[in-house]
């Protein structure tokens, strides 16, 4: 059984991602969800949809890649664990690697990148970080 569902879903990308593989699967919850649609929406994958196989759900998560076949994910890293939480105040969470990288953080406003957060005004637990 597996305790941290995102770190599951954040090492499958990363290993599909180095294997240059174009689709992988993930487990479904709500946060990984989330967390995909940020990712999404800043570019860093393609697409993802979620299949229901019998009573299970999966997410499958199609990755991006440059025109030459680059990876466009250079490093995707869980921050905060089960064991060790990290939270940030609104205050420290303006920018990540001078912009071109995102912070992903669950506030009491939902799952939000490091901007909106910023621009929402609110701080909570960073997840993880994608560049």
Not at 7 to 20: G, H
Not at 27 to 33: D, G, S
Not at 113 to 120: F, I, L, W
């Amino acid at each position: 059984m597996m305790n941290d569902m995102i770190s599951d879903a954040l090492t499958r990308i990363r290993n599909a991602s180095m294997r240059k593989l174009e689709v992988t699967k993930l487990i479904h919850t709500n946060a990984v969800e989330a967390i995909l649609g940020i990712f999404q929406s800043k570019g860093y994958l393609e697409s993802f949809n979620v299949v229901e196989e019998g009573n299970k759900k999966f997410i499958n998560v199609v990755l991006k890649y440059d025109e030459k076949g680059n990876r466009v994910i250079n490093e995707i890293k869980r921050i905060s664990k089960p064991g060790r939480r990290v939270y940030k105040g609104k205050d420290d969470i303006k920018r990540f690697k001078n912009g071109y990288g995102t912070i992903v953080v669950s506030t009491s406003k939902g799952v939000l990148s490091n901007d909106e957060a910023h621009k929402t005004g609110v701080g909570g637990e960073v997840l993880c970080s994608i560049w």
